[in-house]
């Protein structure tokens, strides 16, 4: 039986936490250098892409913590400096302008012509003054035509244009394929990837901050050649199951009483389901 103190550290090992490592580094720099970009005619956007599980998602919720709304009292509106929406599952234009608009609080209803929804949502961005708007999920559009991923697009570059705001995309390995369909979209927006991990001194060093991160009483060692191959090689490379693997073996070392992470940790977890 655990006592209070277990049951804490337990608890704790299920909760998210930031990892920072040098991509990820790299990746909020560049987001905070868009955030900054003064407004010009051809604004700055980036185009973030990697296997699902590589923290992608991480990445972006850390960014939005550290640049939350703040309220205007003297306009009486609430500014938003970062704006983030999922893409819908398929390239639809007025699904994606409805998903806009409820992002910021402002929801429109299902029979709303694309018009419309255009002109609220550029009216409302004016409004609250976003300097960035990151897009995730940008895959789904490989979902539709030829047709409809040209008209998605030019509704980013338009956004882009109209409001003179920083686009980020966000998605998966595929969906660099979709940008490189309009040669001006794909020329506007820098791509920055997030590869899978593989065994490096990189490595190696991401799995020292986690060690550090973890509440264990005693040290597991984890930059051991054994432990990081064994990672390297079971999580495929996707830093979030790198993080569950390394979690669910600290509750287990906790629970055991050993305190430390062992390889016979590791491959007993590895056959848990995620």
Not at 112 to 122: F, G, I, K, N, P
Not at 196 to 217: D, G, H, I, Y
Request: aromatic fraction near 6%.
């Amino acid at each position: 039986m655990l006592d209070l103190d277990d049951e804490q550290r337990v608890r704790a090992l299920r909760t998210d936490r930031w990892i920072d490592y040098p991509r990820a580094t790299q990746a909020l720099q560049w987001l905070q250098r868009l955030l900054d970009t003064p407004q010009r005619e051809r604004m700055p956007c980036m185009l973030l892409h990697g296997p699902s599980n590589i923290g992608k998602t991480l990445i972006v919720a850390k960014f939005l913590r550290e640049h939350p709304p703040a309220f205007d009292a003297v306009r009486g509106v609430e500014h938003r400096p970062v704006i983030s929406l999922p893409m819908p599952p398929s390239p639809d234009q007025r699904r994606f302008y409805r998903a806009l608009l409820t992002a910021v609080g402002v929801p429109q209803g299902p029979n709303s012509t694309l018009a419309s929804l255009e002109q609220v949502a550029c009216d409302i961005l004016r409004r609250i003054g976003p300097r960035l708007l990151i897009v995730d999920e940008v895959h789904h559009l490989l979902a539709g035509s030829a047709r409809e991923q040209r008209g998605s697009l030019n509704l980013l570059k338009y956004l882009s244009n109209e409001l003179r705001m920083a686009i980020v995309a966000v998605g998966t390995s595929e969906a660099p394929v979709a940008f490189q369909s309009d040669a001006q979209i794909h020329s506007r927006f820098t791509p920055l990837e997030l590869p899978r991990w593989s065994e490096s001194e990189e490595f190696r060093c991401l799995l020292a901050a986690f060690e550090a991160a973890l509440p264990l009483k005693r040290p597991s060692e984890l930059t051991q050649r054994p432990l990081v191959q064994y990672l390297s090689a079971v999580s495929g490379g996707l830093l979030g199951e790198v993080s569950r693997l390394l979690n669910d073996a600290a509750e287990a070392a906790i629970r055991d009483g050993s305190e430390r992470i062992t390889l016979g940790h590791l491959e007993h977890v590895a056959n848990l389901p995620s």
